[in-house]
């Protein structure tokens, strides 16, 4: 949190800028909520919402540890909600929200060296991510965003071994995050989509310009033909 970069001041403008690239999803975090163990940044969720909320699926993570909040975000348009805390250390929680929010909930799985960590990277679990992400498959989750923690932000690559690993063991969507860094990166998820892995977060890399958004995707449809 002491090594945050501002890349806009204005959240529902930066929605639209990726829905007008060519976006198909929108990811979301709540950074401040992560931390503080509930939602922080409701009013800007819900700007960006209106700005956007009618074109594509957007999803939100970050601080989400009840049902009234899930049930909320979705009311205000929300397509997915990302439970990852909670679901680690709340596993009923997960549970009864996969029962009464079928279809919208996600799972996300932040790890380092296979171990699962919690409330925003500060802690480190034993569990094993395999194993966490079978059960909650096992639950109803629509899918699992799995992210390496020791790339996430540092644009060093894709870990493509481990999230291709995890892939491979469920039989629900996996979503690529952390490290991202260039169109390599693109050509190497497309090359082990068939795994089970649907897509990627992209984040840092198209904030500071080092992968242009609208030719990623572009090269990802190109890939798919």
């Not at 999230?163 to 169109?183: D, E, M, R, Y």
């Not at 892995?197 to 198209?206: E, K, N, P, S, Y």
Request: charged letters at 25%; aromatic letters at 6%; one cysteine or more.
């Amino acid at each position: 949190m002491n090594q945050v970069t501002t890349f806009g001041d204005d959240p529902a403008e930066m929605a639209r800028r990726w829905v007008d690239a060519g976006a198909r999803r929108l990811h979301l975090v709540d950074l401040n909520g992560a931390f503080a163990g509930k939602p922080v940044n409701e009013a800007a969720v819900k700007a960006i919402l209106a700005e956007v909320g009618d074109e594509i699926p957007v999803q939100l993570g970050g601080g989400i540890r009840d049902l009234d909040t899930i049930e909320r975000f979705l009311d205000d348009g929300l397509s997915f909600v990302i439970i990852g805390t909670a679901a680690v250390k709340s596993p009923g929680f997960l549970r009864d929200a996969c029962t009464a929010f079928g279809g919208h909930i996600i799972v996300g799985l932040d790890a380092k060296d296979g171990k699962v960590a919690t409330d925003g990277w500060s802690k480190l679990t034993g569990h094993e991510v395999v194993d966490l992400a079978r059960k909650f498959q096992d639950y109803g989750v629509e899918g699992v965003i799995y992210t390496d923690i020791g790339r996430d932000g540092m644009l060093t690559g894709i870990n493509i071994d481990a999230t291709v690993k995890l892939a491979q063991a469920l039989t629900i969507p996996v979503i690529a995050s952390g490290g991202l860094s260039n169109i390599a990166d693109i050509d190497r998820l497309c090359a082990v989509e068939e795994q089970g892995i649907t897509g990627v977060i992209c984040g840092r890399a198209i904030y500071n310009g080092d992968l242009d958004f609208a030719a990623a995707q572009a090269r990802a449809d190109q890939l798919a033909e």
